[in-house]
Every structure is written in C-alpha cells, then in structure tokens.
C-alpha cells in the first residue's frame, strides 16, 4: 500500500556531509509521519529524525544540532541533511512511514534501507 524509495547513501569522511531521500508513494489515504531511523551492526534500531503531516520535528539526542529532515509539499518526499557526520554515525539508515489507508485503517511500512559510512 506504501512503497518507499530511499537513496543518498554511501562512504563519507568524518566532518562531512551527505543527504538522504526518501520517497513516498502508493495508495495512501493520508500520511501521519514519515521518519529516518539507523541500525549499526550489534545494535539496536534507534530514530534519527521524523517529521509529521503538520511539520514538526524530532530527533534523536546524538544527531540534534548536525542533523535536519525536512519534507517536500505534501510529504511525498522526505530529505535528511546530514552534516558534521562522524564514525559513529556509521549504520543503515532506514526510510519509515506511517499512513491511513483509509479513514480508519492505518499502518507502518519501513524501507530496505541505505548504508551509511563515515571513515575517520
């Protein structure tokens, strides 16, 4: 019902900067919210930044201040800005979305995800 299309990843030396794309497509009756989450190896998946229908932010503590999502018109499409990155930012970063179908139905679909690495 939800399809999403991440891209951006890719290998970038520390204090640099990179920007994350998702696109939200599919037969969706209305969005809720549409987020950026990362999962490194051995640990567990954590939010990095999410943004709803009317545009607020939040954000995981380790990433305020570096990070900024921002989200295109009508939220079909969601950016993440990622400056200042550091080894430690290194993780798959995984496009989520939460929609209504329909007036009542609603549901959470995640993306394949995008690696990000950070070398020092």
């Known amino acids: 019902q939800v399809q999403l299309a991440e891209s951006g990843g890719g290998l970038v030396q520390a204090g640099g900067s990179l920007r994350l794309s998702c696109e939200v497509s599919?037969?969706?009756?209305?969005?809720?919210?549409v987020g950026w989450f990362r999962q490194a190896p051995g640990k567990q998946r954590e939010l990095v930044a999410t943004v709803n229908a009317g545009g607020a932010t939040d954000y995981g503590d380790s990433v305020k201040g570096r990070f900024t999502i921002s989200k295109g018109g009508a939220m079909t499409t969601v950016y993440l800005q990622m400056n200042s990155l550091q080894p430690e930012d290194t993780a798959v970063y995984y496009c989520n979305a939460r929609a209504y179908y329909t007036t009542t139905n609603w549901g959470e679909t995640w993306g394949q995800g995008t690696q990000v690495t950070v070398s020092s």
């Open positions: 599919g037969n969706i009756f209305r969005l809720i919210a």
